[in-house]
């Protein structure tokens, strides 16, 4: 079975708004990681949030996560044309409280983000 | 800080031949790197997890015989596509975490792989 599984699928928005992305993993997590993939590149990671914190802030991203109902959300505020890219939830395996960084991703949200 | 290189960043070749790509960490040790591969608007798929001066362990559904891996060094590990097919044509992406810091992830480039 898929872990992290994100939605939506593909999110259109104008420059300014803020756009949300949710994703639901299905086992315990040590942690959970935002990336960011413009396309045809590498990942870049954004942010990573560990299964005691709620919330986390960085820039314009703010991170939640609720452990009781397995599901992440990445908020991105004012955005810009830029942000234009791919955004993937990932997860490492559950393993005696050790995260061994192999990571699982979700199936992404496509950003798109008009001028 | 924490930059992986991938090399080649595109590359075509025919079917039946081999092709290697090498991943490298330039500023950090990177004691296990993975590789992905990533098919069109889909996520990414893990393949394998290389540790330096060991096997890689392969995920289930990889032919390990078909997509050598070799971790010699602390900073370089490479993926041999071997016997190469059109079915195989995927963009390949690797990453590395750092000694000690196995929570965070960094990604090289990627390659574009096509199998004519």
């Known amino acids: 079975s898929q872990q992290g599984e994100e939605d939506p699928q593909a999110l259109s928005i104008q420059e300014g708004e803020n756009a949300t992305m949710n994703c639901s993993y299905k086992t315990s997590i040590n942690n959970l990681q935002w990336y960011r993939q413009n396309s045809g590149r590498g990942l870049v990671h954004l942010i990573l949030?560990?299964?005691?914190?709620r919330e986390k802030h960085s820039g314009r991203l703010r991170v939640t996560l609720d452990t009781s109902k397995k599901s992440s959300s990445l908020l991105i505020t004012a955005s810009r044309a830029a942000d234009t890219a791919s955004y993937f939830c990932?997860?490492?395996?559950?393993?005696?409280?050790?995260?061994?960084?192999?990571?699982?991703f979700g199936q992404g949200t496509i950003l798109t983000v008009h001028p | 800080g924490a930059v992986v290189s991938q090399h080649p960043s595109r590359v075509i070749c025919k079917s039946g031949t081999s092709v290697k790509i090498e991943c490298r960490s330039l500023?950090?040790?990177?004691?296990?790197m993975f590789w992905y591969r990533q098919f069109p608007k889909q996520s990414l798929m893990l393949m394998a997890t290389?540790?330096?001066?060991?096997?890689?362990?392969?995920e289930q559904g990889v032919e390990k015989d078909k997509f050598l891996i070799n971790h010699a060094s602390l900073t370089l590990s490479t993926l041999t596509v071997t016997s190469a097919h059109p079915e195989d044509s995927s963009f390949y992406i690797c990453?590395?975490?750092?000694?000690?810091?196995?929570?965070?992830?960094?990604f090289g480039p990627g390659t574009r792989l096509t199998v004519l």
């Open positions: 990932a997860t490492p395996p559950h393993a005696g409280g050790t995260s061994y960084g192999k990571l699982t």
């Open positions: 990453s590395a975490t750092e000694r000690g810091y196995t929570d965070t992830q960094y």
């Open positions: 949030i560990r299964s005691n914190e």
């Open positions: 290389s540790n330096e001066g060991s096997k890689a362990t392969y």
């Open positions: 500023d950090f040790q990177a004691t296990t």
